[in-house]
């Protein structure tokens, strides 16, 4: 009996030893190998976050060159461009007398048809070949749908600041083309841009965009005596009494060698938002004064369609904001009209996504992360972009801000997937030392 008594108590103190030690063997590893993962998943994450900062700002400025190569091409090869063709076309006018035709040296006489007469029913040669409705033709511009108009040829708007009324019949209008050389030239001169507006306008992806040519006649010896000739295309009816495109913001800001972003703008005569990129020239004659103003007039929907054509990654999306206001033109797929119709005004950033910081820096490359009004969280990459000027400035400053949403759910997407395997690597290792301990301890 006592040497059972001691054999027994040998079996259990062994068996307690080997418990103790399987426990124990089994609680240093799982805390090794849990520290070891966490210290890894630690290490991944910081790796894996710095990539993804890097990878979104790579993303961020390469959509940000995307969008300002675009938005300069039209504001040098059109509006700057265009402004020096004007030049060279009104530079080239003679001052004849008004009963001859040929006011240019080098051109063939071009009827221009005024804006007034493009009303359903007219004909040639009061309005061009192709007047009609403008859904009738196989390219027509949407948003004109319901627009009787010309897209070979523009329109030619005529205000008189003495007036202060746009001329709309034809015994007024010809007055003043019979009483001014320079009318008569900017008038004559300018219509051989229609063929350039329509091969432009042809060449482009979407509809939604217009052009305009915008002329102020100003008498040298008194300013405040002027005319403003305003050319449309596509060519349409304006149909508004008071309207003096010469004293608008995108006119005035218009400037000399380079151009200028402005708006958003709500265009009553079209009864739409516009955007505007806009160049400016200036001559002197010996009694007059002409400033020429060529503009490419965006809808927001070109703004859409031009983010909409971009690829975002991580289920992401981009924004597009003034620089000045951080209004929101463009938000995601939202085709919409942001844009407050009584007041002109787009809402701000902090107005239209309240969770966003307003101390949070968006008019300088930044990245930062938020969680929107619907708990998604998103890392957020800013940009500014497109540099411009306004008239008489000397230097140049942004005017958009680009805005980079990347899903933070599918930018870690990685980190789960590694979660998952270091706790299932966890798991077999102290299954298998259970399975050994066990094993000892039946041995």
């Not at 009553?268 to 160049?279: G, H």
């Not at 009584?342 to 990245?367: A, C, F, G």
Request: aromatic share 14%.
């Amino acid at each position: 009996f006592k040497s059972y008594s001691i054999k027994y108590q040998l079996l259990t103190s062994y068996s307690a030893i080997s418990i103790i030690s399987s426990v124990a063997t089994l609680i240093i590893c799982y805390a090794l190998l849990s520290n070891l993962g966490n210290e890894s998943y630690k290490s991944v994450k910081q790796t894996l976050n710095k990539q993804s900062i890097s990878s979104a700002i790579t993303v961020s400025n390469e959509i940000s060159y995307a969008i300002e190569k675009q938005l300069s091409v039209i504001g040098q090869s059109f509006s700057m461009a265009g402004v020096f063709y004007s030049n060279i076309l009104l530079n080239n006018t003679k001052d004849t007398d008004v009963d001859k035709e040929e006011d240019i040296s080098i051109f063939q006489y071009q009827n221009s048809y005024k804006e007034y007469n493009f009303k359903n029913g007219c004909t040639y040669p009061d309005c061009p070949d192709d007047f009609g409705l403008l859904s009738d033709n196989q390219r027509y511009p949407f948003f004109l749908k319901d627009f009787y108009g010309s897209l070979n040829h523009t329109s030619v708007y005529l205000y008189s600041n003495e007036i202060k009324s746009s001329v709309r019949d034809d015994i007024t209008w010809d007055m003043y083309y019979n009483s001014s050389s320079a009318l008569r030239r900017v008038i004559n001169g300018l219509v051989f841009k229609d063929d350039d507006f329509k091969g432009i306008y042809s060449s482009t992806k979407n509809q939604d965009i217009m052009f305009y040519v915008t002329v102020k006649i100003e008498s040298q010896s008194n300013s405040n005596e002027y005319l403003s000739v305003h050319r449309t295309y596509p060519g349409i009816e304006i149909n508004l009494e008071s309207y003096d495109p010469t004293s608008t913001v995108w006119f005035e800001n218009a400037p000399i060698n380079t151009f200028d972003l402005s708006g958003p703008y709500r265009e009553s005569y079209v009864n739409t938002t516009t955007i505007f990129i806009s160049s400016k020239s200036v001559l002197s004659f010996s009694d007059y004064k002409i400033t020429i103003v060529d503009s490419a007039v965006f809808l927001i929907s070109a703004f859409s369609n031009l983010m909409n054509n971009l690829v975002f990654p991580d289920d992401g999306f981009g924004a597009l904001l003034k620089y000045d206001t951080l209004e929101v033109i463009v938000w995601g797929n939202n085709s919409s009209e942001l844009i407050n119709t009584s007041s002109n005004e787009l809402p701000t950033i902090y107005s239209y996504e309240p969770n966003i910081d307003i101390n949070q820096d968006l008019r300088s490359q930044n990245t930062f992360y938020f969680t929107d009004s619907n708990g998604v969280n998103w890392l957020v990459t800013s940009n500014p972009l497109l540099k411009i000027s306004h008239y008489g400035d000397s230097e140049s400053f942004n005017s958009l801000v680009l805005l980079v949403f990347s899903k933070l759910s599918s930018v870690q997407a990685p980190l789960k997937s590694l979660r998952h395997e270091i706790n299932y690597t966890t798991k077999s290792i102290i299954t298998e030392i259970i399975i050994i301990s066990v094993g000892v301890l039946v041995f």
